[in-house]
């Protein structure tokens, strides 16, 4: 018993032994020069369908330029043989003694290697650099925390020569921000009587601390093919761009202390009111527009700006959005805040005056932008008195005030963004006419036949309208003020109809209609909003006979006139 033991545990450690050695790596070669690259094979004796080795532990020092996989199968004389190859081709970060670490795949691990990496020879050198080189620049050396400055990376290629490889990624850099300026150019240039293809890229670089910045050199690692001798050869290779130091400055000793840092170009503050100032109103809710426009510096590092605060008045519903943009070197950030104004008294009102610091990194000096406090007179509306709301419709994160009330409020709520033609009251439901359920049935039922009558002609010529420019759909966001009321009537939306209607006194049609339309308007206007913001009379309110009533005669006075009655045939 003994024996057949020991034979039993003899034959097992000679197969896993075997099945250790069975997972191999070999390279082509043992010496390579820093711009050539290195091959390197994996076997395994099995067919592997599914999986592959971990490769991550090569590129602590390799480029992983490329991988293939083959499968062997063979039968002779019976017996079968298997084999999984992987073949990576890599390229050498640096110089030096480099180790291909162990490889583990299905429990099994590769041996190790080792690989020394030489410097090319000057001739070598040149003769590469003659073909592909790369060059970097950055806008300034100095630059304040959170002030944009530019670095321009460029990959240069012998006119003729085919190039192989991927322009090198963004840069990653700690406590800075990165954006890519537009997509990357290609161009054409001369260089010491040479012609050269180029590959351009800019990027917007805004630090957020201040203290000596390096910037990393961006690397090209791949191949060219040049003709030579009559015939084409591919010659590996690596370009990197020059090293960058930068100093970046603290906020500089004159800033004005508890005001947040600005550090910025071409800025611009101003402010847009709906309906206009003239037409204030106790209880009709006046619509606030603050814009901040920076040049130089993103979006997220914009102040928060601050909702108005005074005797008189009532602030609601203040959103604040962000936009970014590029414009050639520079990018373009914007700040908008909505508030809805409600006042409270009829008289003199004015609002208070916004003052923000800012620095102008052009001059390198500070400087204020600033909004005076327009006077406004605040007619009598049909509420005379204002009850206090029970619950107010204001975010869960108000936006600071300025003027009566401006310590220490919390920052504005980011809000979506939107387009500067559109607001929160632009959004209306697609345009319907306000039908009853009877007529809705009957018009559902002829829509069904006329589209199975018409389903063939549709598809014939659906090509020529999908060829038709973009922007003419029913976009409600885009609807007239006038379908974009009878659209709300259609679903009993008292909220769009109060955004309708506010779109429509600012519209030129609002604006050059009869007063006793204007005064119709406002007066249905004055009774939405309050109820919207809390502060409708005890009543039914207005009805929706009222306002279908109104939204029919907006539409019988957009309606073009009748043309004049054709001649008859057969005159007397």
């Known amino acids: 018993m003994k024996p057949l033991l020991s034979l039993a545990l003899l034959l097992l450690a000679t197969l896993s032994a ?3 050695a069975a997972f191999t790596a070999e390279t082509d070669r043992e010496v390579i020069d820093e ?6 094979t994996l076997r395994i004796d099995e067919q592997i369908f599914i999986g592959e080795p971990d490769f ?20 002779v004389n019976g017996q079968t043989e298997s084999e999984t190859s992987w073949t990576l081709t890599l390229q050498p970060k640096r110089r030096g003694t480099l180790q291909i670490p162990p490889l583990r795949f299905k429990g099994q691990e590769s041996p190790p290697l080792r690989v020394r990496v030489t410097a090319p020879s000057a001739e070598a050198q040149e003769a590469l650099r003659a073909l592909v080189f790369m060059e970097s620049a950055v806008s300034t050396d100095s630059a304040y925390v959170q002030e944009q400055f530019t670095l321009t990376v460029s990959l240069w290629y012998a006119a003729g020569a085919v190039l192989f490889g991927d322009f090198p990624p963004p840069p990653t850099i700690p406590n800075v921000l990165v954006y890519p300026l537009g997509d990357a150019e290609p161009g054409r240039r001369q260089r010491d009587g040479r012609r050269y293809n180029t590959i351009t890229q800019r990027y917007a670089l805004v630090p957020q601390r201040s203290g000596l910045l390096r910037l990393p050199p961006q690397s090209f690692a791949g191949a060219v093919r040049i003709p030579e001798g009559g015939r084409t050869r591919r010659k590996n290779l690596r370009a990197q761009t020059p090293r960058h130091e930068l100093s970046i400055k603290p906020v500089p000793a004159g800033w004005p202390e508890g005001a ?10 101003e402010a847009t009111y709906a309906p206009a100032l003239e037409r204030a109103q106790v ?9 901040l426009r920076a ?33 050639g070197p520079w990018l373009q950030a914007e700040q908008r805040m909505v508030t809805v104004l409600m006042p409270e008294a009829a008289g003199a009102l004015r609002l208070p005056t916004l003052s923000l610091p800012w620095w102008d990194t052009q001059a390198d000096v500070l400087r204020y932008a600033t909004l005076p406090g327009p006077q406004l007179t605040v007619a009598e509306g049909a509420l005379e008195t204002l009850p206090s709301p029970s619950l107010s419709p204001q975010p869960a994160e108000a936006a600071p005030t300025f003027g009566a009330d401006n310590e220490k409020a919390p920052p504005a709520a980011i809000g979506p963004l939107e387009d500067d033609r559109a607001t929160a009251e632009d959004v209306a439901p697609e345009a319907s006419a306000p039908l009853g359920p009877a007529w809705g049935g009957v018009l559902l039922a002829l829509l ?10 549709a598809v014939g010529r659906w090509r020529s309208r999908s060829a038709a420019p973009a922007g003419h759909g029913g976009n409600a966001a885009q609807e007239s003020p006038r379908k974009a009321l009878l659209s709300a009537l259609a ?11 506010l779109r429509w006194q600012r519209s030129e049609e609002g604006q050059a209609a009869p007063e006793t339309m204007q005064s119709a308007v406002q007066q249905t206007v004055s009774a939405l909003g309050a109820e919207r913001y809390g502060n409708a009379p005890a009543g039914p309110g207005m009805s929706w006979a009222e306002l279908r009533a109104l939204a029919g005669k907006l539409s019988a006075r957009g309606k073009p006139p009748a043309p004049p009655p054709l001649p008859a045939l057969y005159p007397p």
Not at 283 to 291: D, I, S
Not at 315 to 324: G, N, V
Not at 448 to 457: F, P, R
Not at 491 to 501: F, T
């Open 18 to 20: 075997a099945a250790l």
């Open 283 to 291: 209880g009709v809710p006046l619509e606030q527009t603050l814009r």
């Open 56 to 75: 991550a532990p090569l590129e602590q020092d390799f480029v992983i330029m490329s991988q293939q996989r083959a499968s062997q199968f063979t039968l």
């Open 35 to 40: 711009n050539d690259v290195l091959r390197l």
């Open 295 to 327: 040049e130089g510096i993103a979006a997220s590092t914009l102040p928060s700006l601050p909702a108005p605060s005074a005797p008189g008045l009532r602030t609601y519903d203040s959103q604040t959005a962000l936009e970014e943009a590029v414009r």
């Open 448 to 457: 069904g036949l006329l589209g199975a009558v018409g389903l063939l002609g």
């Open 491 to 501: 679903v009993e939306d008292r909220d769009a109809a109060y955004a309708a209607l």
């Open 260 to 269: 947040s840092w600005l550090p910025a170009r071409n800025l611009t503050l």
